[in-house]
């Protein structure tokens, strides 16, 4: 039978050990592995309790690789699991792993969501719709991502997104109607669900003043009729360049009326 003749630390990490079975160097161990199995100097080990030792002490390793993993941040099942499969570690011992970082609570889900919640509300302009997204890929339970979607959608300041929209209103150019359109849609894209964007709209000022439409149909005319010179002429020219400011969200009316300010039509001409 096999006896330990030593077990001395490693050099190079003092919190593992090297096991020497009659005088041979037989395998490293950590301490966990080394108290869990109380070995000592002269103790005789068979074949099966190699195997048991070797079995714990792979477990031990990847539950070391588990917790640095998530000393850097809280992590989910999932992405503690995808971690360990990259370092080929046995579904299995994964499976023992994410059991004993749940007894630890190393991974607790809601602590998780919970944290994500409070970091964004406080670091970004997103909505709740984002905030699930990111639940959804880390792999939380639906359950949970509902509840704190709703503490999210609660505790969020409405005044923040207000102050999100208006910068977002300035950045945008063109009618008002239009802008309210691409504003709508960029609120959307953050993650808004459509309640809120509806508050945010009604508590916000859309009044463009009439020298300011003025001055924009003006430049945007001359883009449009320029830009449709190239290929059309006569009556086509001049309808192209009516759908093309209508589809930017300027009025029929006073669209007919800045061509024949500018004296392209006669003010007769209708769209086909």
Not at 4 to 23: C, M, P
Not at 37 to 50: P, S, T, Y
Not at 113 to 131: E, P, Q, R, V, Y
Request: charged share 35%; proline share 1%; with cysteine.
């Amino acid at each position: 039978m096999p006896k330990i003749t030593k077990i001395e630390v490693q050099k190079k990490n003092k919190e593992r050990f090297n096991l020497y079975l009659d005088e041979e160097f037989e395998m490293g161990i950590d301490m966990d592995t080394y108290v869990h199995f109380n070995l000592r100097k002269g103790q005789i080990v068979d074949a099966a309790d190699m195997e048991q030792i070797q079995k714990y002490d792979q477990y031990r390793q990847a539950v070391n690789v588990a917790i640095q993993f998530l000393s850097y941040r809280k992590r989910t099942d999932h992405e503690v699991i995808q971690h360990l499969q990259k370092k080929e570690i046995s579904e299995a011992v994964i499976s023992s792993v994410i059991d004993y970082c749940h007894e630890q609570r190393l991974i607790d889900h809601e602590d998780y969501a919970n944290s994500l919640k409070n970091t964004m509300i406080l670091t970004t302009d997103k909505g709740s719709g984002i905030f699930r997204q990111k639940l959804r890929d880390a792999g939380v339970e639906q359950t949970i991502i509902d509840e704190y979607a709703e503490r999210y959608e609660k505790e969020q300041p409405m005044e923040d997104i207000i102050k999100v929209a208006n910068k977002i209103l300035r950045q945008k150019k063109g009618p008002m109607i239009k802008r309210k359109e691409k504003l709508s849609q960029s609120l959307m894209q953050k993650g808004y669900n459509f309640e809120t964007i509806k508050i945010v709209m009604d508590e916000m000022d859309f009044s463009q003043p009439e020298s300011e439409i003025e001055g924009l149909l003006q430049q945007e005319l001359e883009k449009v009729y320029n830009k449709y010179s190239r290929k059309f002429s006569g009556r086509k020219l001049i309808n192209k360049t009516i759908e093309g400011l209508m589809r930017k969200g300027y009025k029929y009316d006073k669209i007919k009326a800045k061509l024949e300010e500018s004296g392209i039509v006669d003010g007769t001409e209708e769209i086909e």
